[in-house]
């Protein structure tokens, strides 16, 4: 056939070079590979988006107890299935990746009052304090008093949020600023926060006792928070004194064992690690001034020299946090200031969230909050499919909703066991006037 040649006596031009025209198939061979690689760039998307995961409800591990009923029954953000946007909310990377750049959507502005506490050792811990829009609905006065993440303090967005939300049902609050986090606020003493430290919020809840003495509180930690509220409850028994509850958000409970998972690849969290380390050195180096001109300090500027070339926490750990406590090494620093050690002496009770897709929690660390619940009847944890580090973005397709799964099953906890509490005293009441 004419039209089907590749070489032919009437196809060589001048100089008896050979002219090729080529059939219909190869057309349709490139159509072929555009459709393969479409359908690769769509595999991928697929799996790095976790599209085909399915949604489902928190998977709760608890003791049957009638607390544990009530607050079931009482909570159905704990029970009902937790549905983030479908086109990037089943990605744990894109969820704490939103969390780590906006916090939350349309952020509202608390208006609050800034509490300053001088330190025996001339720190000065600060807190912001925000009263409630409404009675509570036991009509009790209860103050939620807040720990944030590392670094963090009352201005983040997803603190502001959970406070408005929160002041909205009833709630007073009150957030710590973790020691060197707020912006051109200067160091009194010659330290910062360090994962386990408890004195600055240890201030900030004493203060609250003293200045409402009827006040009961609600224990909130996020992240590294929670590793700080857990530990202040198992330090001492008195510190569970006026406590109704508590709850723990994505944190790792063992320092130790979180860092050995943070120099692995998987789910990039050595990349991770990189990033939380060049946010960490920024902020201890905006505080280099305060470190290398006060006569009590343990950070000297071959420590800070070290700082800058440090690309991991556990090198700035190593070099600098763990000296603000005088820790010999790098393991007691991790081993003391971990929650692990004290966290089942916490005897309120407690609810332990994470998610199963967070990036800097280890699978292998869930291991701890389950073997408590299994073994604690005052413990509750709830492990969600998706949610990333901090995120838990509801929503439909796109676009998130200002309030997340997060922001609401605190509430929903706090308010069934400010009202188990107060059923119950009224119980007691009751059989005693009989």
């Known amino acids: 056939q004419a039209s089907c040649f590749l070489v032919s006596a009437a196809g060589r031009g001048r100089g008896g070079s050979e002219?090729?025209?080529?059939?219909?198939?190869?057309?349709?061979?490139?159509?072929?590979?555009?459709?393969?690689?479409?359908?690769?760039?769509?595999?991928?998307?697929?799996?790095?988006?976790?599209?085909?995961?399915?949604?489902?409800?928190?998977?709760?591990t608890y003791q049957d107890t009638l607390l544990s009923r009530y607050?079931?029954?009482s909570c159905p953000t704990l029970t009902r299935e937790y549905i983030p946007p479908l086109l990037w909310g089943k990605s744990g990377h894109l969820q704490t990746a939103l969390y780590g750049k906006m916090g939350r959507v349309n952020t509202p502005t608390p208006c609050g009052v800034r509490k300053f506490i001088p330190?025996?050792?001339?720190?000065?811990?600060?807190?912001?304090?925000?009263?409630?829009?409404?009675?509570?609905?036991?009509?009790?006065?209860?103050?939620?008093?807040?720990?944030?993440?590392?670094?963090?303090h009352s201005e983040q967005n997803y603190v502001r949020t959970f406070v408005d939300y929160s002041q909205r049902n009833g709630y007073r609050c009150a957030v710590l600023n973790h020691l060197g986090a707020l912006p051109n606020v200067e160091l009194t003493s010659p330290r910062m926060f360090t994962y386990g430290c408890t004195w600055e919020f240890g201030a900030m809840v004493g203060h609250i006792r003293r200045s409402f003495p009827q006040t009961q509180?609600?224990?909130v930690g996020f992240s590294l928070g929670g590793n700080i509220v857990c530990k202040f409850l198992g330090e001492n028994q008195s510190n569970q004194d006026g406590v109704l509850c508590c709850i723990s958000i994505c944190q790792g409970y063992s320092a130790l064992r979180?860092?050995?998972?943070?120099?692995?690849?998987?789910?990039?969290?050595?990349?991770?690690?990189?990033?939380?380390?060049?946010?960490?050195?920024?902020?201890?180096l905006s505080h280099r001034r305060s470190f290398l001109s006060m006569a009590s300090s343990r950070i000297d500027a071959t420590d800070v020299n070290r700082l800058?070339?440090?690309?991991?926490?556990?090198?700035?750990?190593?070099?600098?946090?763990?000296?603000?406590?005088?820790?010999?090494?790098?393991?007691?620093?991790?081993?003391?200031?971990?929650?692990?050690?004290?966290?089942?002496?916490?005897?309120?009770?407690?609810?332990l969230i994470?998610?199963?897709?967070?990036?800097?929690?280890?699978?292998?660390?869930?291991?701890?909050?389950?073997?408590?619940?299994?073994?604690?009847?005052?413990?509750?944890?709830?492990?969600?499919?998706?949610?990333?580090?901090?995120?838990?973005?509801?929503?439909?397709?796109?676009?998130?909703?200002?309030?997340?799964?997060?922001?609401?099953?605190?509430?929903?906890?706090?308010?069934?066991?400010?009202?188990?509490?107060?059923?119950?005293?009224?119980?007691?009441t009751m059989k005693q006037n009989i």
């Open 119 to 152: 330190m025996q050792d001339g720190a000065t811990a600060t807190f912001d304090l925000f009263e409630p829009v409404k009675s509570h609905s036991t009509e009790d006065d209860i103050t939620m008093v807040i720990c944030p993440g590392i670094g963090n």
């Open 258 to 284: 979180a860092q050995e998972t943070f120099l692995q690849w998987d789910q990039c969290r050595r990349l991770y690690n990189f990033v939380l380390a060049d946010k960490m050195k920024k902020l201890i």
């Open 71 to 73: 607050v079931l029954k």
């Open 354 to 428: 994470n998610s199963m897709d967070d990036p800097l929690v280890h699978h292998s660390l869930l291991a701890i909050p389950h073997t408590l619940a299994e073994k604690l009847p005052n413990v509750i944890f709830a492990l969600t499919q998706h949610g990333g580090h901090m995120g838990f973005f509801e929503g439909a397709v796109l676009f998130p909703e200002p309030l997340s799964w997060l922001d609401k099953v605190i509430v929903e906890y706090s308010d069934s066991i400010c009202h188990w509490r107060k059923n119950s005293c009224s119980n007691r």
């Open 308 to 351: 800058l070339t440090a690309t991991s926490l556990l090198q700035i750990d190593d070099t600098i946090m763990r000296k603000f406590h005088s820790h010999s090494s790098l393991r007691e620093y991790y081993e003391k200031e971990s929650c692990v050690h004290y966290i089942h002496k916490v005897h309120v009770p407690l609810l």
């Open 19 to 60: 002219v090729h025209s080529y059939g219909p198939d190869l057309p349709a061979v490139f159509d072929g590979m555009k459709l393969a690689a479409v359908a690769a760039v769509l595999y991928v998307i697929v799996r790095c988006l976790n599209l085909n995961s399915p949604t489902a409800p928190p998977q709760t």
């Open 217 to 219: 509180l609600v224990v």
